[in-house]
């Protein structure tokens, strides 16, 4: 397990992330010891090393710090069962830092000796931009329990970044790096999770030192094709011939033989391998300047010559001295030129030759000098002719920018009539509006109210027509009440007339026994006691009207 030491080398004029850290590299700025001379120029070298460094430009970097809202402690015995429904999560914006300078990794070569989980933070590098903060929370949601912050750090590297993760402990470290590292983030992409534990992580200011070396530390460089570091625990490092070094899966997509960044080639370049094309022969060779045959000399097997005999290819070259045969005149003709005094055939050679380049010379300069004034001439009219080309075209075009302004201010003049109108009318309609408004507010109060009497109303409707009708039965009970006792009064009358006709018509005995008897009326057992009541009265004022 690798571990490395992550350094952000902050800008003096820039913000220092509260996530992170601050520290103070040793021999810089804030000591009270007292230095010698020699001390003192090296920190003048070492100053004017930093401020040449500092001529870079400095990097936009940002700092996002998730925390759990909620991690539940692991139950125990019976408290499991009521422990199941909790679940940590992360919610809510994180705690966002943005400042400007550099990330720098250190490897740390200590660790390769210890043995588990060397710490309790881990990096997750070169997570691609595709997978977002939420998705990148899902995919260590399986841990998130153990987790106590994740911070997510961005820098100029495009389309990319990292993410720092805290433990609570070693062992769940040491876990989670077994489980996730080299697994892809999801089943349709080929990225993969690439996990380092990190020792410690610090944010030094630019002028305290943070760019010069840390004792015990190696600083990390990066490939030059992805841009992220070169760290031989995640990905294969190649060094190639002229000491650049790659990830292996980037320079298997380099289809060159090349170096990317120095173009300096890899593969020896191929020695010449010739031989004669019949005997195989590599010693006095003769090539065909017709149809490039390589055959061994008349000296040898004579194969050469035996191709001009049988295709009739008269110049042929010899290998190594570039000497040229013609097999027609049986001679060399490699430099043979014309003599202007008899029109000889000679061979340049010596001070002729000196002479013949000389005046060559002053021919090839004559011609480039005529050349030239006359490519300067054509070069000055043309230019002439682009420059007022040109000008013409930019009068033409500050025309059209005239006539296009003023046609853009007469319709900007006249937008500007339309709005004031527009915003008169708008002020009359705003003030329609509340008058229309109000009356709507009053017409609602007062159907409001009307629907208010109307419901009173129709409630005392009610009230009412059930009064009614409980006095319509009252006065209809009492009507009957006094119609029958009116026709049991008739009842009476009728039976006491014809009684008192009946007296009348009697003898003096029948009155005298009439006088002497009594009338007991039955009376039926379903009649009421009032009614008894009231036949006895009337018999008995009948006897009394019968008496007198």
């Known amino acids: 397990m690798s571990k490395v030491a992550i350094r952000l080398e902050v800008a003096d004029d820039a913000p220092l992330p509260q996530a992170l850290p601050e520290r103070q590299v040793r ?7 007292k230095k010698s001379s020699a001390e ?23 700092v996002e710090t998730y925390t759990p809202n909620s991690v539940p402690a692991t139950p125990t015995g019976a408290e499991a069962l009521d422990e199941t429904s909790k679940v940590p999560f992360f919610s809510g914006n994180p705690a966002g830092e943005t400042t400007r300078g550099f990330l ?8 390769e000796k210890t043995e588990g989980a060397p710490s309790t933070l881990i990096c997750i590098l070169a997570i691609p931009a595709t997978l977002s903060c939420r998705d990148l929370l899902k995919f260590i949601a399986p841990a998130s329990a153990t987790i106590e912050s994740v ?3 961005r820098d100029s590297t495009p389309n990319q970044y990292m993410a720092l993760i805290s433990f609570k402990d070693k062992m769940a470290a040491s876990s989670f790096y077994s489980d996730v590292n080299s697994r892809p983030y999801n089943s349709f992409e080929d990225y993969k999770c690439n996990l380092t534990f990190v020792s410690h992580v610090e944010a030094v ?9 840390v004792v015990g530390l190696t600083e990390l460089p990066s490939c030059p094709v992805c841009l992220e570091r070169l760290d031989d625990s995640v990905n294969t490092v ?7 070094s790659f990830h292996s899966s980037c320079l298997e997509k380099w289809s060159d033989t090349t170096c990317p960044v120095c173009r300096y080639c890899q593969s020896p370049e191929p020695a010449a391998d010739n031989k004669c094309f019949q005997c195989d022969v590599r010693e006095d060779l003769w090539i065909c300047l017709i149809c490039g045959h390589v055959g061994c000399g008349r000296y040898v097997e004579a194969h050469a010559y035996g191709h001009y005999e049988a295709t009739q290819h008269t110049f042929s070259m010899q290998l190594g001295n570039q000497r040229v045969w013609n097999y027609s005149g049986d001679n060399y003709v490699h430099r043979l030129i014309q003599n202007k005094s008899d029109g000889k055939l000679v061979e340049v050679e010596g001070s002729m030759q000196q002479e013949l380049a000389d005046e060559k010379i002053d021919s090839l300069t004559l011609e480039y000098t005529h050349m030239l004034t006359s490519q300067l001439d054509s070069q000055r009219l043309y230019f002439e002719e682009k420059m007022a080309r040109m000008e013409k075209e930019a009068l033409d075009q500050v025309t059209a920018l005239e006539d296009r302004s003023r046609k853009y201010k007469e319709e900007m003049e006249r937008l500007d009539c339309q709005l004031q109108d527009t915003m008169k009318a708008k002020r009359k309609l705003e003030k329609k509006l509340d008058q229309v408004t109000a009356r709507l507010s009053k017409a ?15 409630d005392n409707q009610a009230i009412l027509r059930e009064k009614a009708d409980r006095d319509q039965a009252e006065r209809e009970k009492k009507h009957r009440d006094e119609v029958q006792e009116l026709a049991e009064q008739v009842r009476d009358l009728t039976f006491y007339v014809e009684t008192q006709q009946k007296l009348a018509q009697a003898s003096d005995e029948q009155k005298q026994e009439l006088q002497d008897g ?3 009326v039955e009376t039926p057992p379903d009649e009421s006691a009032s009614k008894a009541s009231t036949a006895s009265g009337h018999s008995k004022g009948r006897k009394s009207k019968k008496r007198k």
């Open 104 to 111: 720098h990794f250190y490897m740390n070569e200590e660790c």
């Open 27 to 33: 021999g810089t700025e804030g000591s009270g010891e």
């Open 518 to 520: 009594q009338i007991v």
């Open 205 to 213: 200011r630019s002028s305290s030192g943070a760019s010069q070396p």
């Open 444 to 458: 609602e109060a007062e159907i409001r109210d009307e629907k208010e009497m109307n419901k009173c109303l129709r």
């Open 40 to 62: 003192q120029a090296n920190d003048a070298g070492s100053r004017s090393a930093i401020n040449a460094i500092g001529q870079r430009e400095m990097k936009h970097l940002s």
């Open 151 to 153: 911070r997510v750090i």
């Open 238 to 244: 190649l060094t190639i011939l002229c000491n650049h």
